[in-house]
């Protein structure tokens, strides 16, 4: 599996754009790097129990409000980890990274919540989309 590029567009559902896409929301992007650098370390080899979008789903729980696919891998990348397409021509990604345990219980809980109501209040959903909709 090869990394992506350097110059690689990411839309707000993932590696490939859909009809009516456009790239992630910057506060949703946030949001995302702040579950990262709370819940995972890097790592050499990819992490391929989860790809981006359920990944995605971890660090929504948290937060306890929508992110994107695209945002979560834009937050990956940011943030320094390898992002590999887990399927050519797929919208998902694996990452190089390690999850500490206490992401899964903490993230079920929702422990992030008061942690990020700063962001929550600027919180817009990208492109119109709704929870349960593309990404």
Same mark, same amino acid.
């Given at each position: 599996?090869? =990394? ?77 980890? %390898? ?19 206490? =992401? ?6 929702? =422990? ?11 919180? %817009? ?11």
């Amino acid at each position: 599996m090869k =990394a992506l590029a350097q110059d690689t567009q990411v839309w707000a559902n993932g590696l490939v754009a859909c009809e009516q896409d456009c790239p992630p929301d910057p506060s949703q992007i946030e949001i995302c790097r702040r579950w990262l650098r709370a819940f995972c370390l890097p790592r050499k080899a990819l992490y391929t129990t989860y790809s981006s979008y359920g990944l995605k789903h971890i660090a929504e729980n948290w937060v306890g409000a929508y992110a994107t696919n695209g945002a979560f891998i834009a937050a990956a990348f940011a943030e320094g980890y %390898r992002v590999v397409p887990t399927r050519r021509g797929g919208p998902n990604a694996y990452f190089n990274l390690a999850i500490k345990k206490t =992401a899964f219980a903490e993230s079920a809980a929702g =422990a992030g919540v008061d942690a990020n109501a700063d962001l929550l209040g600027n919180m %817009r959903v990208a492109c119109g989309s709704t929870k349960g909709g593309a990404g």
